[in-house]
């Protein structure tokens, strides 16, 4: 996939879809490919790793410590974004209005997660933050949006005997933070914590960041969590490529060392070309964090643009067998990404479950 579909792949849609309108090319400045000369994503402007602070008992950490307990790998969901569009979501949309406007979609895609054994789904707020909504008018409703998002998932979660946990969906703001960009920490900080706010006043037993590509970007996301809440368990999971680096040059080796720092219950990799580029970034935390809880959740094969729309190759027969790799390698947390389905997911929850 070139870079132009890659940065349309991640720019507003869940996910990652391409939303069918023009994007303006993000990050792009400095070295070659745009990735950043070392350590100017990775290190420099990057917060120091500090010892996480443990966490005070709650409800959520008590389900999330139960759920790990049961030391067998835990299926999460898969796409949302996909199933949307098959529900007639139309490009450059924002999937978040659905919330309001087509609440039972959203509870209905759910269900057919949990119906295929996921223990962690998402809430549908992945561009939920004030700066993805001000572009289609909804930075007002963000705390609308972002509580009620919670409020469908966690009825769908009770309706089904209440095993499963409640992840509240952070993506990117869709900006780049300073100074490569104009986003400050600041600011960046205060957008996460109103979202999170709002996830958390629903009821969202973890908050789930992802599809970062930048370690500023991800570290202001876990502050603005940690403004609201000093004690919810946190997922963070970044994007790599081809390189096995993210967009902003990040490695997973640094990626696992900054985010562990910084407090990160799980740490990972999502969405990128598909598993085979994932599994190494997976081994390749292993190997330099082998006690942390790891996350793999992949896009259902290589994107392809077909009239403007993303086709994923890989079936679920494929993602199962991708599945069992992601546990070989270490992962303990796995699922899927943009393409997928809960056929998808059922088939790698088979083969998870074992004999």
């Known amino acids: 996939m070139t870079d132009e579909i890659q940065t349309a792949a991640s720019d507003d849609q869940p996910d990652g879809e391409p939303s069918g309108r023009p994007h303006r090319r993000r990050g792009r ?26 966490a005070v008992p709650s409800p959520a950490n008590a389900r999330w410590r139960a759920l790990l307990a049961e030391g067998t790998p835990i299926l999460a969901d898969g796409a949302m974004g996909t199933m949307l569009f098959a529900a007639g979501l139309q490009f450059g949309d924002p999937p978040e209005a659905w919330n309001i406007s087509r609440p039972e979609v959203i509870r209905r895609v759910h269900r057919g997660y949990l119906e295929a054994g996921s223990r962690i789904l998402m809430t549908n707020t992945f561009g939920g933050n004030r700066l993805r909504l001000q572009l289609h008018g909804l930075q007002e409703h963000v705390a609308e949006l972002n509580r009620t998002a919670a409020i469908l998932l966690r009825a769908e979660v009770d309706a089904a005997g209440g095993t499963a946990l409640v992840a509240g969906d952070i993506g990117p703001t869709g900006e780049i933070m300073a100074p490569l960009g104009t986003l400050e920490e600041a600011e960046a900080v205060d957008v996460f914590a109103e979202q999170a706010a709002a996830l958390i006043a629903g009821g969202v037993d973890l908050i789930w960041i992802e599809t970062m590509s930048h370690l500023s970007e991800i570290s202001a996301a876990i502050s603005g969590v940690r403004r609201v809440s000093t004690d919810i368990p946190i997922i963070a999971t970044m994007t790599f490529d081809t390189r096995g680096h993210t967009m902003m040059g990040v490695s997973p080796e640094e990626a696992v060392a900054t985010l562990a720092g910084l407090g990160a219950d799980a740490i990972g990799g999502n969405c990128g070309n598909g598993p085979d580029e994932l599994l190494p970034v997976i081994e390749r935390m292993r190997a330099v964090a082998p006690e942390t809880i790891l996350v793999a959740k992949s896009n259902a094969g290589m994107p392809e643009l077909v009239d403007l729309q993303a086709v994923y190759r890989a079936d679920p027969a494929t993602m199962a067998g991708a599945a069992t790799e992601f546990q070989a390698a270490g ?16 088939a790698m929850g088979e083969v998870l479950a074992g004999p």
């Open 29 to 54: 400045e400095g070295t070659e490919r745009g990735r950043p000369a070392p350590g100017e994503a990775a290190g420099m402007l990057a917060p120091a790793p500090r010892a996480p602070a443990p």
């Open 331 to 346: 992962a303990r947390i796995i699922g899927a990404c943009c393409g997928s389905t809960p056929q998808h997911l059922r």
